[in-house]
């Protein structure tokens, strides 16, 4: 991912066609390890292709990996949650007595 971020700063910054050394200069810069292989790996990936069409691809991925019926059957609801909600509200005001006091503990400003 900070290899994508990397070339995606590029870009960004003007740099239509980043070369390996231009991602190693903005890692390095941060102080990031870098693997040689796996940004060799990238750059082949990556080849002819701009990078609004990465993002998009990307973005097609994601869409499939959280379509609804995986994200309810993997965490299916328990209770109402609207009862939750209200019990948490209630907590919520009733524990709190704060008194006139504002944000920063003195409540005699004069500006």
Excluded: W
């Excluded at 590029?10 to 190693?24: A, F, H, S, T």
Aim: hydrophobic share 35%; proline share 3%; aromatic share 6%.
């Amino acid at each position: 991912m900070k290899y994508l971020s990397a070339y995606a700063l590029c870009v960004l910054g003007g740099n239509q066609q980043p070369r390996i050394d231009d991602i190693k200069i903005v890692l390095s810069s941060i102080g990031a390890d870098i693997d040689e292989e796996e940004l060799a790996r990238l750059f082949t990936s990556l080849q002819g292709k701009s990078l609004q069409d990465i993002m998009q691809a990307g973005t097609e991925k994601m869409s499939v990996a959280l379509s609804g019926s995986s994200i309810e059957r993997a965490a299916p609801a328990v209770g109402d949650p609207h009862e939750q909600e209200c019990k948490c509200e209630q907590e919520s005001s009733s524990s709190f007595e704060g008194g006139d006091m504002d944000i920063f503990g003195d409540d005699n400003d004069e500006y």
